[in-house]
């Protein structure tokens, strides 16, 4: 009963590394999505995707890569780690995009802090 | 990026007591969804409502779909100590893919 699995769970970076974190559900959900989660600012949308091959931005895309081989992993890189980049970042995932019926489910979690 | 108004902030009380929240919203959503988030983990669903006026039970929480569809109401009876963590609705409208957060009722029981 895996659902939806992230890692790393923390991760520490220098200003200007680069980094993958990862994500993978086993719920065949067409949806995948990326937040990250600041005190004060809540839960903000990075990048989305609806689908293998399809990804888009959401509210807070810039500094972030993320790309959709396959229903089950959705990435997200940080090409130049910036200080501005420490949060909480959260994969979640759902059935289907955009129809009735929907339920969100989020990962753990990976906290990154950049220095 | 817009957030769900949603109180209290936060509350403190005794264990045993029954807790309320709600999240208003100035748009109409077809979804409402309940999380609650203990610290260092991820969001946990909780309720999912998808009717105006439903109610649904998930153990001792019940949440409501409001009727104007604008808002939606988390209640929690007989707290426990476990019930602590940080309570946010989401509201969905179909045939978008975004989910709007509330701003979280963060909630201590006191023992």
């Known amino acids: 009963n895996a659902g939806v699995t992230q890692t790393p769970k923390f991760q520490v970076l220098k200003t200007g590394q680069s980094m993958t974190l990862q994500c993978a559900q086993d719920?065949?959900?067409?949806?995948m999505s990326w937040y990250r989660q600041d005190p004060g600012m809540g839960l903000r949308l990075i990048h989305y995707?609806?689908?293998?091959?399809?990804?888009d931005q959401g509210e807070v895309p810039n500094g972030y890569n993320v790309s959709r081989s396959t229903t089950e992993d959705f990435p997200l890189r940080l090409l130049s780690a910036a200080p501005s980049q420490t949060s909480v970042y959260f994969c979640a995932s759902s059935f289907k995009s955009g129809s009735t019926n929907e339920k969100l489910f989020f990962g753990s979690g990976t906290q990154l802090s950049v220095l | 990026g817009q957030q769900l108004n949603q109180s209290p902030q936060s509350m403190f009380i005794q264990e045993g007591e029954d807790v309320s929240m709600n999240c208003t919203s100035s748009?109409?959503?077809?979804?409402w969804l309940w999380y609650k988030q203990d610290p260092g983990e991820g969001p946990v669903l909780l309720i999912a409502l998808y009717k105006a006026g439903e109610l649904t039970s998930n153990g001792r929480l019940t949440a409501q779909f409001g009727i104007t569809r604008k808002d939606s109401f988390l209640n929690i009876s007989a707290s426990i100590p476990s019930d602590v963590g940080i309570y946010f609705c989401a509201g969905h409208k179909s045939g978008t893919y975004k989910y709007i957060f509330g701003t979280g009722t963060r909630l201590k029981v006191l023992a």
């Open positions: 995707s609806v689908g293998a091959g399809i990804t």
């Open positions: 719920m065949n959900h067409e949806y």
């Open positions: 748009s109409i959503f077809n979804t």
